[in-house]
Every structure is written in C-alpha cells, then in structure tokens.
C-alpha cells in the first residue's frame, strides 16, 4: 500500500518537474510583455525628447524622431532653467534626507528597543501622520513660515520635508527593529557598551538595508515633490525640478513638447541612476525578511 | 540593562528633535486646520466662526458626494489593482523568471520613480486621437479594431480607466518589490511539503502563500490607501478634474473649494473629513488582519 | 566616551541649526532670511523717502521672462534700472493654473506681492473689497498719465468688476472671432468668409466633404469652449445677455439659452470639431490650424503672436478672420465683438509706494509702443507712436479693433468663482454629449442661484 502511495507521489513530483519546464516558455511571453509594458513609456519618453515640437503635431507618437534634436535638452537645460532647478532640487533633497535619516533611526532606536513611558503614545503620533494629506497644512505652514521669517528659504522646504518624511521612514525602520534580537543588545550592554555605542555600533549596521530603503523612498518623494515648492517658495532661484517642467506650458496652452520630455528626461535621470545602482541593496533591503509588517 | 535602555538623557536626545519637529510641522497646523472647518470664508478676507454648520453643509452637498464616491470607486480599483498586480508580479519573479532576475526587477521598478507630471504628459500623449493617434488608437487601427478607437480621454468613463491604468502601472513595481522580498522569506521546504502532499498550485496559493504573506499585505493595504484616499497630483496632471468631474478626487474638491472658490473654512472640513477618512481605514485594515491573524 | 561625545556633538549640531534657521542652507539660504525680515520694514521707511533709495519689488507672473508680457515688462525695467540703479525686480514664473491659489495663500498671510499678474472679474473684485490692491485709477491721476490707459481698455475693466473702479492694468485689448486657414477654404470651394450662422454651417458641411477637419477647439482647457457658446448667444439673445443674467432679469435656463448649447451640441455630433474636442489643448488647436489640419478655430487676436511668428507654417498671410456670424432672427450684429483685456496686472495696496509709482510711471507709459512696435500686439495703452508698417495680423486686430461698436464680455465674466468652474467643468461633458443642453444650464441656474 505505502509504495503505491509512493510511486504515486513521485509521479506527481514527476509531473510537476514536467509542468515548471513548459512554464518558463509561455512565462517568458508573458515576462516579455510585461518588460515592453514597463519599459516602452521610458524609452518612448527619451525618443520624444528628441522630436521638434512639429514632429509632434504631425507624425504619430510612436514614431521615431526624424532627427535628434538635442537642442531640446539645451532649450530644458537653459531657457527651462534645468541648471538651477537641477541643483536647488538635488541639495534639498541631498540635505533633508541626512536629517530624516538622523532623525528616524535615532526616534525608531528610542520607540522600540528603549523603555519608557509615553514610548507607545509617541509611536502613535509619528505614525498618524503617514495619513495626513499635505494640502491640508498649506495655509498654516504658509502662515507660520512667513511670520518667523522662514518664507522663500531652503530651510523652510527641508523643515517640511524632513517633518513630513519621519512617519513613513519611522515606521519601516521600526518594523527592522523589531526583528533585531533584544540579546544582542544585552550582550553588549553586558560587554560595557553604553547606549549611544549600542545604537551606533550595533544596531546602525544591522539597519543598512532598512537605512538604504528609507533613503531610497524619501529620494523619491522630496524629488518629485511639487506642493510645497510651489507654495513657500517663490524666488525662481530656489524653484525646483517639478516647477521647470511647468515652464514649457505658456497661458494659451502652447506646449513645447520636446523641450517637455528633455526636461523630465532630465528629472529623471538622477533617480534611474540612483535606482540603477543602490537598487540591489534596496531590493535586498525589502527582500532581508524584516519587511514584514 | 534597563539603566542603559531606560537612559533619559538618551531618549531625549533622540526623540525631542524629532517629535518638536513633527508636531510643529505637521501636528500644529492639523489642529489649526481643524479649528479653520469651524470658520467660514478666506483668512485675511472675510473669516466668521460658524461652529459645526460647515459640516451639516457639507453631508447635504451633493458636489461633495459626488467627489466622495469617485474616490471611493478610485480607491477600490486602484488598491486592489497595484496590490493584485504586485502579487502577480511577485510570483512572477519567484517562480517564472530563473536568470536576470535583478535586471527584470530593476525595469519593473522604473515607473515608481517617475514625477507625477511625467507620467501624466506621457498617458496624455499615449491615449491621444487628435491631431494624430496615440500609441493606443494606432495599435487599435494596425489591429483593425477601429470601433474602439475613441477620444480616452475626452469621455468620463473611459477617462477615468485610463487614470486608473495609469496610477496602477506607476504602483505595481513598489508593491511587486515588497512582496517579493516575503515570498522570497517563505522557506522552500514549506512550498516542497505542500507539493508532495499533492496540492496543486491554486491550493498552494490559497493555503499556504496568502496566510504566510498576510503581514506584508497588510502592509501594503495601508500604503496603498494612504495614496490612494489622498490622490491628488495624478489627475491634477491628467484631466484636471474633467470631463466635467469625472476624475476629481475628495482631495482636488477640498483644493478647489480652499483655493479656487476661496471657502477656506468650508475646504478645511472637507480636509478634516478626509483625516477621519484615512484613520477609519488604518483602523479597519488593522482590525481585519488581527482578525484574519486569529483564524489562520 | 567618544561615542557619547560624537553623538552629543551630532545632535546638538542638528539641533541649533533647525532652531538657527539657516545652517543646513548653503549661503543663500541666510541672505533671504535677513532681507525678508527687513523687507516690511524698508517699505514702511520707502514711503516716507524720495524714490532713489535701494527699492525691490516684487514681479509674480504668469509668463516665463522670455516670453510675451514678461519679456515686454522685463526689458521696460531693464531701462528704467539704467536711469535708477538703485531700483531692482524680482521676478517669479508660477503656471497661470496655479496663480489664483497661490494669490489666495499669499492673500491670507498679508504678503502679496507688489506687482502680480491676475484675473480680473470676480477674483479682482474679492482682492479690491479685501482693499488689498491700489485704486489705479487715482495712482494714474497722481502721475498725470491717467491717460496712458486706451479708454476701451479702461471701460471694460472697470465692467469686469461692477463698476468698483480701475484696480488694474490691462495686458492686453482683445478680440475674439474665428482665424481660418485660407488654403484650406480655398480647397473646400468655400469664396467668402461666412456672415451668417447658417453659412457658417454650410461651410462645415462643404469642408466635411473635403475631407477636411473643420473646427479645431480646445477643450482640454475647457475655456475655449464656453467662449462658443457665448459667440452664438451674443448673437442670438444679444450682446447683454449676460449681464442680464447676472442683474437677474434673464435665466440660463430660459429657451433661448438652451437653444444656444443645442446648437453647439449638435455641432459637434455632426462631426464639425472633429474627434475627441475634449481632449485637445488650445496651443495644439492653435497648431492644427496653422498646419492645416484643421479649417477653423476660435480664438482671441492675442493669437496674433503665434501668427506673426516664423513658425506659422500657413505664412504671413496665410490666416484669415472673421467675426462671429449672425444668427438668424436674433439682434446681435457685425460689429459687435466679443472683447477682452486678458490677464491683467495689479498691485498690492500694502506695498505700494513712491518708488513703486515712479517704476510704474515709466514703464506703461512706454507700454503700449513697445507693444505694438515688438509683437505686433495691442496691449490695451495709448499708442503715441503707431509703427509705420503693421503685420498683416496686427492690421486685423488694428482694423477690428476701429470697427468695433458694442462689446461683450467672455461667457463666465460675470459669474463668481463657482459657477465658473462649474460652467468650465461641465461644457466639456456638454461637448461629448454625456449631459444634455438643459442639464448643463441648469447646473449653472442653480448655482448662480446659490444652491
């Protein structure tokens, strides 16, 4: 009885060889489909970046350009501004994401693994606001930076930034944590270590890939970030990359297409690169078994 | 031990400059906020307090349901839809693709990083009809399927599928990455056991996958909703709010009534209703999962 | 040890530069700071000083600093700094879709800016009862250049804001009607340019049969629409229809308003706009026509820009005009134009002073020459001297402009805010048939009538 029992599992594991070999041919279809999905709007944005805006009225969109244009990127890069509003982006997003890293493994370190009372209420609070919906706050936060005299400065975007990038950046980091062991922490503190050794020397590196996933979304976000430079700032020095690529959009809808796509060409480049080079440690990161919510 | 865990110098240290920061940014003008729903009228123009008729106002405003129930509509097929996709593109990655499993993950993962206004410049010119066809309409007419060639975006239905495509597409690599990583977590032996005790492959989706990647979708739950309650610059860049207000959002009604009609104390409401709204749905999904937790 | 210090060291470095307010911005960050802070107060001692002091306004505009009235007001105050070095602009580009929002945040912290651009009608009304702008017309009488301003100009910005006065400056003396592309009239068989509503049609027809596209219209920005529905009820009900709604003796709802969007509707169900009206911009409409993928468009004479530039593929002369046709049985005439005066300028109350009226004294008065002598365009100030030779564009705009006897304001000129959007928002799911013609003015009817 038990070896027909046998005999019939190893048919089935037979079979299930037999299956997963067909499955990678109609899967790499379907991967193949799924790649040109994702994929063709990027690439369809370069080509077009550099079409001349005539290309784009007459030929159709999935047209190859005629010729490079590349005088859309110096259109972007100059009369777009691309130049200032590339570097007033990259510092501020450059410099709120060191303060949201300090911040948020310094706080997520205290909210878990440290006692003390109040520590479940301040956990409720940080998190609360990864609900809060940013237009709500624009005519205070307009109204407070105006009357310290914050109106128009670096400061007050990266203090919006950074206030409004803790809660998500808390609350993966605190997730990471509670997966790292309490005897690690023990032992440690059993060797001598004092907190601020525990935090810097044992609990930062086990973080990296948590660390490296935080900046990696926070990048993203402060990058693409339109609201809040729109409202509080308005000297065109200070503007950012998503304010330039409003600049190609005149009052009677004129639209210089090909300076458009050069200009997000340009945005975007940054953030594919960064993509494209932390994105092992990132999926790494996500993949490490703490992400488990 | 607990003196190195309990040190309150430490702790201050670490959470005073963070939490002063938060709640003065962040905490503070909610609360102004939601004093503002109890005014009526523009800051610095004409400001009465009206205590809670705002809100009265607002349950017999039919503009606002209307706004309320897109978002809604919004919210369950966009949510399901990143989050199904990102299941199937997980499992994708873990069982269908053997090589270049990074470089698959890294293309699924551009559309993530792409601004809001781009994204939206490239759906505009993809479903276009006039002056010319769009990547879409022209595929249409090589497959000779002309009957469906139509103005996408010109149409309040089909406008609001293509806000959905496309808010969609810009998600499924995050949540594909994300459940990735716990798929990858599930021990291969789970998965060897369950085969050889002859389950066949929905059944191994069913009883095993889903219970062991509850947490993470739980997670996802949230995040997804967090976007999608609030969504706001993706239709901005799209449609603006048109046909008529096929695809505005709770949130763009809550900018116009602020900005556009200068009914500051009437569009705090609406921003309060939608707060109410988010932590509703944090609670929900929470209570869901606990309860799910308990019968697995 | 060292770790505590380090850690020590770190947070309180964090810390002070938060509270300091300029450590983590580079440079620059520090300078607005201070400037901002003294700004309110140089103003306040500005106004007691003769003009000649260090002065910095403050430009908001919807124009990028090459382009049209940024480029043209720009240039102006590059000269004026020449005489007065100590006179300096500031300028800033916000997208002209954000503009009323971010006046309305600036509004409610008390910190417009001296000079911005803005719309006029009901937004200009809320800011001038706030008393948050400048009489013009008495700032311009203080100057003596009360004239600088064209008298048509000047009546309808005053009408714009139910006669509260002149709080602005105009950008621009429009007219609205239909451009065509002559070729491509030509090719249709059609001779003449219609007079009529009924030969407009008939001209449809005729370049339907051609094959030809024949209106293009923007409705991705949904203005360009409402502007047809006003062309057809200026003629049909008259050219104060829409006053008379507003001073309540006529209703949207009445016949003959729905019979206007009828015809519209019908309009585009036969096809005479094309696919997908909804879904294209003005600036492509604009395009198609000057390419020759479509007939007609209709458009203000600010499209003159376009025309008169050298990428205008239909040539120097290649576009024709004409005024919106009369309907049958109905008391509008040929003379009677659709008229606007754009975005318009405006100056913050608060911050307006000596040196402000001095800056303001040079350039418009120079305004409407430069205009005229740059663009070939009409920017609704007196013309001391009027180019030997116009455009052929400019010398339409010119002739039309003598021509013109009564005038009417833009479809949503005299509704507030709401009812705006709601006439914009809606005129698109009029156009692709999802709401009928009474459906559309009733939802307009109801919110004039504050449901």
């Known amino acids: 009885m038990e070896e027909i029992v046998r005999q019939q599992k190893i048919k089935i594991a037979h079979k299930r060889k037999i299956q997963s070999k067909t499955l990678p041919f109609i899967g790499k279809l379907g991967i193949a489909l799924i790649l040109l999905i994702e994929i063709y709007p990027i690439i369809w944005i370069i080509l077009s970046s550099f079409k001349s805006t005539q290309e784009f009225n007459m030929t159709p969109s999935y047209s190859l350009p005629t010729a490079i244009h590349l005088e859309n990127y110096v259109t972007a890069w100059k009369a777009g501004k691309m130049n200032i509003f590339f570097t007033n982006s990259a510092i501020n997003t450059l410099v709120s994401l060191i303060f949201i890293l300090a911040f948020s493994t310094m706080a997520s370190f205290a909210l878990t693994k440290m006692k003390w009372k ?176 | ?55 009265t106002k607002m349950m017999q405003d039919k503009t606002f349901w209307q706004a309320f129930w897109m978002n809604m509509r919004y919210v369950g097929i966009v949510t399901s839809g990143q989050i199904l996709f990102g299941l199937l593109m997980a499992m994708i990655f873990q069982f269908a693709i053997k090589k270049y499993k990074v470089f698959v993950r890294t293309i699924v993962f551009f559309p993530v990083v792409l601004p809001s206004v781009a994204v939206a410049q490239l759906f505009s010119k993809m479903f276009e009809i006039t002056p010319s066809y769009g990547l879409i309409n022209a595929l249409l007419e090589v497959m000779g399927l002309t009957e469906l060639i139509q103005p996408w975006l010109g149409q309040g239905g089909t406008a609001f599928g293509v806000l959905c495509i496309m808010d969609i597409w810009t998600a499924i690599g995050f949540y594909a990455v994300i459940i990735y990583g716990a798929l990858v977590d599930i021990p291969g032996e789970v998965i060897e056991a369950a085969q050889i005790d002859g389950a066949n492959s ?72 939608i707060l109410i709204e988010c932590l509703v749905a944090t609670c929900l999904v929470g209570l869901i999962s606990k309860k799910l937790k308990g019968d697995v | 040890m060292k770790s505590k210090l380090l850690m020590g060291a770190l947070s309180l470095a964090l810390c002070t530069s938060l509270l300091g307010g300029c450590g983590s911005g580079k440079g620059t960050a520090s300078e607005p700071t201070q400037k901002a802070a003294e700004a309110p107060k140089e103003t306040a001692k500005e106004a007691e000083k003769p003009a000649g002091e260090k002065k910095t306004i403050k430009f908001l505009s919807i124009w990028p600093e090459d382009k049209d009235n940024s480029k043209l007001i720009l240039e102006l105050t590059e000269e004026y700094k020449k005489e007065n070095p100590n006179f300096d602009m500031e300028f800033e580009y916000i997208a002209p879709d954000d503009l009323v929002s971010k006046i309305k945040v600036l509004l409610a912290s008390d910190d417009l800016p001296d000079v911005f651009a803005y719309e006029s009608g009901e937004p200009l009304a809320e800011l001038i009862d706030a008393g948050a702008v400048v009489d013009m017309e008495a700032a311009l009488q203080d100057l003596g250049i009360a004239d600088c301003v064209d008298e048509g100009a000047k009546s309808l910005l005053k009408t714009l804001v139910d006669g ?53 219209g923007g409705g991705k920005d949904k203005w360009p629409l409402t502007r047809l529905l006003n062309a057809y009820i200026m003629r049909s009900i008259g050219v104060d229809a829409m006053l008379e709604v507003k001073q309540g003796k006529r209703k949207m709802t009445d016949p003959e308003f729905v019979k206007a969007a009828e015809v519209i509707q019908n309009m585009v169900k036969k096809g005479y706009f094309g696919q997908g009206v909804t ?47 009369t309907v049958a049985g109905g008391p509008g005439k040929l003379d009677e134009y659709s008229m606007n005066c754009g975005n318009i300028l405006t100056f913050s109350s608060k911050k307006y002073d000596a040196a402000t009226a001095d800056w303001v004294k040079y350039v418009f008065t120079r305004m409407g020459d430069k205009a005229i002598t740059d663009y070939g365009a009409f920017k609704g100030f007196k013309i001391n001297n009027m180019p030997s030779s116009l455009t052929y564009y400019t010398n339409i705009v010119a002739d039309n402009l003598k021509a013109a006897k009564g005038s009417s304001l833009w479809f949503e000129g005299r509704f507030d805010a709401k009812t705006s959007k709601i006439a914009q928002d809606y005129v698109q799911t009029l156009f692709n048939g999802e709401i009928t013609p009474e459906e559309y003015m009733t939802a307009i009817q109801d919110s004039l009538d504050g449901k």
């Open chain 1, 118 to 293: 109040g520590r479940d209420l301040v956990l409720k609070i940080f998190l609360s606001g990864i609900m809060i919906p940013t237009v709500i706050v624009l005519i205070p936060l307009f109204t407070v930076y105006k009357n310290v005299g914050l109106l128009n400065t670096r400061t007050a975007l990266i203090i919006s930034y950074v206030a409004f990038g803790l809660s998500l950046s808390i609350y993966l980091l605190s997730t990471y944590l509670k997966y790292i062991p309490d005897d690690l922490i023990e032992a440690a503190v059993i060797d001598g270590a004092n907190i601020y050794q525990v935090f810097l020397e044992i609990i930062l590196p086990l973080l990296k890939t948590g660390i490296v996933t935080v900046l990696v979304i926070q990048f993203f976000f402060k990058w693409n970030d339109l609201m809040f430079s729109m409202t509080f700032v308005s000297k065109t020095e200070l503007k950012t990359i998503q304010t330039g690529l409003l600049y190609f959009s005149d009052m009677y809808g004129n639209r210089n297409w090909g300076a458009i796509f050069a200009s997000i060409g340009i945005s975007v480049m940054p953030t594919l690169l960064l993509y494209g080079c932390l994105n092992k440690m990132v999926i790494e990161g996500m993949t490490s078994g703490a992400v488990k919510g």
């Open chain 3, 164 to 216: 509260r006065g002149l709080y602005d400056l105009p950008l621009g003396l429009n007219i609205e009607g239909m451009w065509y592309n002559k070729a491509l009239f030509e090719k249709a068989g059609i001779a003449e340019a219609p007079k009529t509503w009924d030969e407009l049609e008939a001209a449809c027809d005729k370049l339907m049969a051609a094959g030809i596209q024949p209106i293009a």
């Open chain 2, 202 to 273: 929905f059944q191994l989706f069913r009883r095993i996958l889903i219970p062991l990647l509850k947490p993470i979708l739980t997670t996802c739950f949230i995040f997804s909703l967090s976007g999608t309650l609030k969504m706001f610059e993706s239709a901005t860049a799209l449609t603006k709010g048109g046909p008529g207000v096929a695809t505005r959002s709770l949130s763009m009604f809550m900018y116009n009534t602020s900005f556009t009609y200068s009914e500051y104390g009437y569009g705090s409401t609406v921003a309060v209703f």
């Open chain 3, 279 to 325: 879904t294209v911009d003005q600036g492509t409409a604009v395009s198609m026509v000057l390419n020759g993928q479509a007939a007609m468009h209709y458009n203000g004479s600010w499209v003159t820009e376009n025309l008169n530039s050298a990428d205008n593929a239909a040539g120097p002369e290649g576009i024709g005009y004409f005024n919106i046709p």
């Open chain 2, 1 to 55: 031990m607990e003196k190195v865990l309990g040190d309150k110098k430490a702790i201050a240290l670490f959470i005073v400059p963070p939490l002063l920061l938060f709640i003065g940014v962040v905490f503070i003008p909610i609360i102004w906020s939601i004093v503002y729903s109890l005014y009526s009228g523009m800051p610095g123009v004409k400001f009465d307090f009206v205590g809670l008729s705002n809100y």
